[in-house]
């Protein structure tokens, strides 16, 4: 099959392709760059079965494709807040964009849609059936409102035009290739430890989230594209951490003289996050496999190499 991805020189996005060009497609990368880099893509340049595009996605393209991953938007709260309305139009704009392409050239339509979508839960875990408690005027709000939006026009233009859809809502993802900058907090913890830095704990740490390794969530998306069913699936790892649990763990793993340091909690930062699985595991028969401290060592190598190789820190 000849498959777009957007967003595909990012985290998520460059796994994914890796995945896709393994099993013999033809893939079109297409990236604005914003978050994303070559270097998360460089492995298939030189391949006659790809091509990367650089197009942003809130301006139209016609390509002729069979299959559309829809995976282009900042994902970091810092990178989504630099520039809110950018975001909000890559959300809306964007996801009409490849709604429209997949409509014309009857592509199946894959949403890269997120947790946040439940925003600050009052329902603990999260199925999907809950409809969530979103800030709609917050800072948050360019990204999880604009994620609300981009299902609701992939829900339309399924009901009304019939265009093939599949919705994954995303639970926090950690793994190889996040950018030492990202300002996620598995990445920041894991470079200030390694640069002998303080890790930045954001309120108390008693907020939680759920980690998934990168590998267990690219398995769900592939299921997820491949089976039949057209309601939003949640893909995450149901073991729930605190923050300071986080930081103490990866404080342990990479350097136990690292201090701890805590600054003020951002605004609307949900208090707890847990994903339900039950349908991805009854409908795809997916659960995730890599645990925290196997995912997190994986993570801890690839920065320390990352950081070594770029002089930012000595030892490697
Ligand atoms: P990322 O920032 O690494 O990747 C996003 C990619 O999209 C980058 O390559 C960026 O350059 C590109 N992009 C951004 N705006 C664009 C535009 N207007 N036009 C074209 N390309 C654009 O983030 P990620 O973690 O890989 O996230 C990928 C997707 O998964 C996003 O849609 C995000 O909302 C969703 N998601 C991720 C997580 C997670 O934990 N990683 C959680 C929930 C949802
Ligand atoms: N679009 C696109 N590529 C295509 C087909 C459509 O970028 O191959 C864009 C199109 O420019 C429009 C959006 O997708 O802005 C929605 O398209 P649709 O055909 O649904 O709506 P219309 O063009 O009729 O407003
Ligand atoms: N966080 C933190 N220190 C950091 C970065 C984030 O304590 O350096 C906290 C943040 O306030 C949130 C949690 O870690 O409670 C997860 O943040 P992230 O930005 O990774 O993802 P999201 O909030 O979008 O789930």
Same mark, same amino acid.
Do not use: W
């Given at each position: 099959m000849r498959i777009l991805v957007t967003g595909g020189a990012g985290f998520l996005g460059s796994h994914l392709i890796d995945r896709l060009m393994q099993a013999g497609h033809e893939v079109?990368?297409?990236?604005?760059?914003y978050t994303g880099s070559k270097r998360n893509i460089l492995q298939w340049l030189e391949n006659p079965n790809f091509e990367v595009i650089r197009h942003d996605v809130t301006e139209p393209i016609r390509l002729e494709v069979d299959q559309i991953y829809h995976?282009?938007?900042p994902a970091s709260p810092v990178? /989504?807040?630099?520039?809110?309305?950018?975001t909000i139009k890559t959300n809306?704009? %964007?996801t009409l964009n490849m709604l429209g392409l997949a409509k014309r050239v009857k592509a199946r339509f894959f949403l890269a849609s997120t947790s946040?979508? /439940? %925003?600050?839960?009052?329902?603990h875990p999260q199925p999907e059936? /809950?409809? %969530?408690?979103?800030?709609?005027? %917050?800072?948050?709000?360019?990204y999880d409102e604009g994620k609300r939006v981009a299902e609701t026009l992939a829900y339309d233009y399924h009901r009304q035009n019939g265009v093939d859809i599949r919705v994954v809502r995303i639970f926090n993802t950690y793994g190889t290739r996040m950018l030492p900058n990202d300002g996620r907090v598995v990445s920041n913890f894991i470079v200030q430890a390694l640069q002998g830095k303080s890790l930045t704990v954001y309120g108390d740490g008693s907020q939680t989230r759920s980690f998934c390794y990168v590998s267990d969530l690219i398995e769900g998306f592939i299921r997820l594209?491949?089976?039949d069913r057209t309601q939003p699936v949640n893909i995450g790892n149901p073991g729930e951490y605190t923050i300071l649990q986080l930081a103490q763990t990866i404080q342990n793993m990479v350097n136990p003289d690292a201090k701890l340091i805590f600054k003020a909690l951002p605004q609307d930062d949900p208090q707890q996050r847990q994903p339900d699985i039950t349908r991805a595991k009854e409908w795809l028969g997916w659960e995730p496999t890599v645990p925290l401290d196997e995912g997190?060592?994986?993570?801890?190598d690839y920065f320390r190499d990352r950081l070594a190789e770029e002089g930012k820190i000595s030892q490697k």
């Open positions: 079109i990368c297409l990236d604005n760059f995976l282009a938007c990178h /989504y807040q630099y520039n809110p309305v950018k809306v704009i %964007g946040e979508v /439940y %925003g600050d839960p009052e329902v059936e /809950y409809r %969530g408690n979103v800030n709609p005027i %917050g800072i948050r709000a360019c594209m491949n089976s997190l060592k994986l993570t801890i």
